[in-house]
């Protein structure tokens, strides 16, 4: 390497005077003390080339920086090296050497929100997916946008589904020399970046190049607002381990040698981050630098919809969210070695599609590990932690790391904010619309800031300030982004239904006229999220849950299916279960489910199977029956009875469950050999099977010998197919009546209730809304015991019958 000389520029040169006069020295008393001559001291207070070890005495000895005292040289003129020729491979290697300590301090761990300590970036980095075309960039409209994103898309795993082609991050820099990547807050861009830097530091990603990482905010607020060539070679040769001065004096050389050579791989990290006051002065440092220095690699991080900037040369690309893969990985990296294990952490997730779309974002990705560490499972309030997540967005995330936003936006408080949110999320989850139209979203903004205290009246300026306010939420925060051209939607379907929520809770208090107007909507099921939210953030759900209870019972006003739910009632308290009432209740609902209203859809055909010796044996409907009412029972007693009762048989106290069990089972083999016109073997070996079973376990010796006459009368199908099969469709109708009616005399089930479609979907969506209220119930919600007894001693009960134990209490 060429030897290197510095001087002095004309403002380091006023700066080394008044030092001397300070000091009370002259020119001369530095003969001696840093050097043998006076040439060398009078090249130093005339600007003229030092050699730079004497040039770094006379600072020291002045107590100045040299590099504040020093003439940087001109990019122009650092260009015009580029075409000497040495050895850049020897360069490379040795500024690499140098400043791998550096860049390893500075980017081998990471540390976000409430984690106790750093991790290593190694031990946690999940790899990053790039989309190509930025997703609030796409020309489409709304319809387009709800076909690509299905039902089945809202309800599992949210709107995050709806992107474009992915591309590996690392493939996405090799391809690219100038890189725009931008991402929702928390979408793991400063992640990213740091692995970039590690990748390169280690060899394993562009080993011929010498990482540099900037965080942007720090060079926009580093004194005397240096050039970014000056701050990223200062800010190198400031962290780098201890050396003699002039060992920095030549790296400063080596460093530069190295951007003119284009072997620099410049990682600019953060340029949202950037104060409004110094936007411009960075836009045009980064527009410049990469200009002068072309050859090198380059890659920005910004959030979305923050700024107004052109990078001519930058091709833009939008971070990817996580996909199911992607949150395996990070979720096996974050759990490894720890009491909680990773598969526990993802069945979980699994069984929860609202918590899991928050997964999609690194950043709340990290949360829910950390919350789900703590305790080995999720809350069961998952208001409080979607709160959580929603503080880590509009606080958090910014605070930690000493951002200040200065933009219309943040004029308005966190709770204005929310209350902002909320009243878009209303508005838009009653209309159904999970897409809306960007002047839609601003009409919002301005009918809600316009009422603020000191709010501008004037219309333009609203419009003006409500275009600012959309953009902010969407680049401070996340929580509404672009999906297409002047389309936005919530980021996740989650924080839109949390919103709706709070809407009720929070910003309307939950008068009566909200509430009322939010169970109006108790049997859609695109409000349940709604709902369990709502219940969830309540101080006290009783009024809420009341007036579910309500509505509910108000669903069945017609007489049959009221005669239906009376004969559920009686039925219900004329057998001694073990079971709490409802539980009863909901089992016999279910059981004739399975032969009527086709509520549960469990009913199966079992294979023949040899009569059973001894012992009870189950059936498939007994137990689709049975768990599910079960479902709708809170009871902890009766789910634990039935986990039991799944690995040995069931007690005498279920006697009556498993006797009525089996004589439906029976009747409903018998209607299917009685209605096909050609009976089959396997249904008429499931009937002869059911029937033992239930002689096998009657108590009454009545019934007992009423069914044993009807078995001996019916065809044995293992005998001969052929007369079973023709006696069944001569007789089938006669033999059916007949085992109806020993059924109904003895045990008051086997009606035939011939409802209506329209009376089955309705019969349907009130046990469905009773099993909803007892989810609501079971939320960990606020709920007094004298309500949560009421709805539960109610529950399936006629309007009728409850009212009489109203007036008996």
């Not at 009918?447 to 609203?462: C, F, H, M, S, V």
Request: charged share 25%.
């Amino acid at each position: 390497m060429a030897e290197r000389s510095l001087q002095a520029s004309q403002k380091g040169i006023q700066l080394a005077k008044q030092a001397l006069i300070s000091k009370r020295l002259l020119q001369k008393d530095l003969i001696g003390l840093v050097c043998q001559s006076r040439q060398p001291i009078s090249k130093f207070f005339t600007g003229k080339p030092c050699d730079r070890e004497i040039f770094v005495g006379i600072c020291e000895r002045l107590s100045l920086k040299w590099q504040d005292i020093a003439e940087m040289p001109p990019v122009d003129d650092l260009i015009k090296v580029e075409n000497n020729t040495f050895n850049t491979n020897a360069l490379v290697k040795e500024v690499r050497e140098k400043i791998k300590p550096l860049i390893e301090e500075r980017c081998g761990t990471m540390r976000v929100l409430d984690m106790t300590q750093p991790i290593g970036l190694n031990d946690i980095y999940t790899n990053v997916n790039i989309l190509e075309k930025i997703t609030g960039r796409r020309w489409l409209g709304i319809d387009e946008l709800l076909q690509q994103c299905t039902n089945d898309d809202f309800d599992r795993f949210g709107l995050s589904r709806i992107t474009e082609k992915r591309v590996p991050g690392l493939e996405a820099v090799e391809k690219y020399p100038k890189l725009m990547i931008l991402g929702k807050p928390g979408a793991g861009k400063t992640t990213f970046l740091k692995y970039l830097a590690m990748q390169c530091i280690g060899g394993e990603f562009q080993s011929k190049r010498v990482p540099i990482f900037v965080t942007l905010k720090n060079f926009a607020e580093a004194a005397n607002k240096p050039g970014l060539l000056e701050y990223l070679i200062e800010d190198t040769i400031k962290n780098i381990s201890n050396k003699p001065p002039f060992v920095e004096t030549e790296f400063i050389y080596y460093i530069q040698d190295v951007i003119t050579h284009g072997k620099a791989l410049i990682l600019l990290d953060g340029l949202d981050e950037v104060r409004e006051e110094d936007n411009s002065r960075i836009l045009k440092e980064i527009g410049d630098f990469s200009e002068h220095f072309r050859k090198n690699h380059f890659v920005i991080t910004c959030r979305i919809a923050a700024r107004e900037y052109i990078f001519d040369k930058f091709i833009e690309v939008e971070v990817a969210d996580f996909d199911n893969k992607q949150i395996k990985t990070f979720a096996t990296n974050w759990f490894k070695d720890k009491a909680v294990k990773p598969e526990t952490f993802l069945e979980r997730l699994e069984d929860n599609n609202r918590i899991k779309q928050l997964a999609a974002s690194p950043l709340l990705l990290t949360l829910l590990c950390l919350a789900f560490e703590e305790s080995g499972d999720f809350p069961a309030n998952r208001s409080e932690l979607y709160k959580e997540g929603l503080d880590a967005l509009l606080k958090k995330w910014d605070a930690k790391r000493g951002i200040q936003r200065d933009q219309v936006y943040k004029k308005l408080s966190v709770q204005r904010k929310e209350d902002l949110l909320s009243k878009i999320a209303l508005t838009t989850f009653e209309l159904g619309d999970y897409f809306f139209k960007q002047k839609t979203a601003e009409r919002y903004i301005t009918q809600y800031i316009r009422n603020l205290p000191g709010a501008n009246t004037d219309e333009e300026a609203l419009q003006v300030d409500s275009e600012e306010v959309l953009r902010s939420i969407e680049y401070h925060h996340g929580l509404v982004v672009a999906r297409a051209k002047g389309i936005y939607s919530f980021s996740h379907l989650t924080f839109h239904e949390y919103f709706t929520a709070r809407e009720f809770v929070v910003v309307r208090q939950s008068s009566e006229e909200a509430l009322q107007n939010l169970v109006s909507h108790v049997t859609e099921k695109r409000w349940r999220e709604v709902f369990l939210l709502a219940v969830g953030m309540s101080p006290s759900a009783d009024r809420l849950l009341l007036l579910i209870k309500q509505q509910v019972d108000l669903l069945i006003d017609d007489d049959e299916l009221l005669g239906f739910l009376n004969w559920v009632n009686h039925k219900s308290l004329s057998v001694e279960i073990a079971f709490n009432p409802l539980t009863v209740r909901a089992f016999y609902i279910n059981l004739c489910s399975d032969l009527e209203l086709n509520l549960t859809n469990h009913l199966a055909e079992p294979e023949p199977e040899p009569e059973p010796e001894s012992g009870i044996d189950y059936s498939s409907v007994l137990n689709s029956a049975l768990l599910a009412s079960l479902l709708i029972s809170n009871s902890t007693s009766s789910t634990r009875y039935f986990i039991e009762s799944e690995l040995r048989p069931l007690s005498l106290n279920t006697l009556d469950f498993e006797i009525d069990d089996a004589l439906i089972s029976a009747l409903a083999h018998a209607h299917k050999l009685a209605s096909n016109t050609i009976p089959q073997f396997q249904v008429g070996s499931s009937l002869a099977f059911t029937l033992n079973r239930a002689i096998s376990i009657i108590y009454d010796n009545e019934l007992k010998r009423s069914l044993r006459r009807f078995k001996q009368q019916i065809p044995d199908p293992k005998k001969n197919r052929a007369i079973f099969k023709t006696l069944w469709k001569a007789n089938g109708k006669a033999w059916l009546n007949k085992l109806k009616l020993i059924i109904i005399d003895n045990r008051n089930i086997g009606y035939e209730w011939n409802f209506s479609d329209e009376q089955k979907d309705l019969i349907k969506q009130y046990y469905d809304a009773n099993r909803f209220l007892v989810d609501c119930l079971n939320s960990d919600c606020y709920v007094s015991r004298e309500v949560r007894q009421q709805i539960e001693d109610t529950l399936l009960l006629p309007i009728a019958e409850i009212q009489k134990r109203q007036q008996q209490s």
